[in-house]
């Protein structure tokens, strides 16, 4: 079965395994996965994560995280741009997410960033998914 958009299903399977208290998730590795997870982790949305050597696929092993209360660290996570319809972004037209409460990841050509990271280097890209 070949997967035509990978990073919907980390979402996915991210979204999924925090509304069953799992205390930490394995998804096949890849790149721009790893780009994503390691923003997600700076900006406080995820625990930690590593990079599992795996045959055939290394795997990302991340931690999710809980408040006091045990409610996730993630209260949403919406892919915004998909293989069928790309959704870009200008620098100026980054989105502020939930009043800067959540954050925007966009792919541009200086790498995966956070929204506030491509506004201060005013590039824009791709809009690839936004977290609260």
């Known amino acids: 079965m070949s997967m035509t958009d990978p990073i919907a299903d980390l ?3 991210i979204r999924n395994a925090q509304l069953a208290r799992h205390e930490s998730l394995r998804v096949p590795a890849s790149k721009i ?18 990079r599992a050597q795996k045959r055939p696929q ?12 045990r409610r ?3 209260i949403g996570i919406r892919r915004e741009s998909t293989p069928g319809r790309r ?4 620098a100026d037209a980054i989105p502020r997410v939930r009043h800067g409460l959540g954050v925007a990841i966009i ?7 956070a929204d506030h990271a491509a506004r201060k280097k005013h590039v824009g890209g791709e809009l690839l998914l936004t977290v609260w």
């Open 58 to 69: 290394d795997e990302l092993e991340i931690d999710l995280k809980y408040g006091p209360d």
């Open 11 to 13: 979402l996915t399977r």
């Open 87 to 90: 959704v870009y972004v200008g």
């Open 33 to 50: 996965k790893q780009q994503i997870v390691e923003i997600l982790k700076e900006e406080g949305f995820v625990a930690d994560f590593r």
């Open 107 to 113: 792919s541009t050509s200086q790498g995966v960033l």
């Open 72 to 74: 996730g660290a993630i």
